[in-house]
Nanobody, 110 residues
Framework: QVQLVESGGGLVQPGGSLRLSCAAS????????VNWHRQAPGKGRDWVAS??????NYPDSVRGRFTISRDNSKNTVYLQMNDLTPEDTAVYYC?????WGQGTQVTVSS
């Protein structure tokens, strides 16, 4: 089955860190560009990170705090998120090969 499955979300205090995983099955994720997006309650889905064969890219809102990476041996892409703030609260989705995962909830709150 061709799919993406996110995991690693949860509740974290401001200033904390989380690492999200996006596991691909049915295709080789290293052959595709992979994006992470997020959607906060009542808002649209925003892009937060990309990884391609040429490197990585981020919007200003997360640059320096978020890091996207791959483990080709696990067919998985990660999103390391540091120095989290309540404004990072959202459902996080990965996208690759015209697929979306089901999302994982990240809540930043004290």
């Amino acid at each position: 089955q061709v799919q993406l499955v996110e995991s690693g979300g949860g509740l974290v205090q401001p200033g904390g860190s989380l690492r999200l995983s996006c596991a691909a099955s049915g295709f080789t994720v290293s052959q595709y560009a992979v994006n992470w997006h997020r959607q906060a309650p009542g808002k649209g889905r925003d892009w937060v990170a990309s990884i391609t064969g040429d490197g990585t890219n981020y919007p200003d809102s997360v640059r320096g705090r978020f890091t996207i990476s791959r483990d080709n041996s696990k067919n998985t892409v990660y999103l390391q998120m540091n120095d989290l703030t309540p404004e990072d609260t959202a459902v996080y989705y990965c996208r690759a090969n015209a697929l979306w995962g089901q999302g994982t909830q990240v809540t930043v709150s004290s």
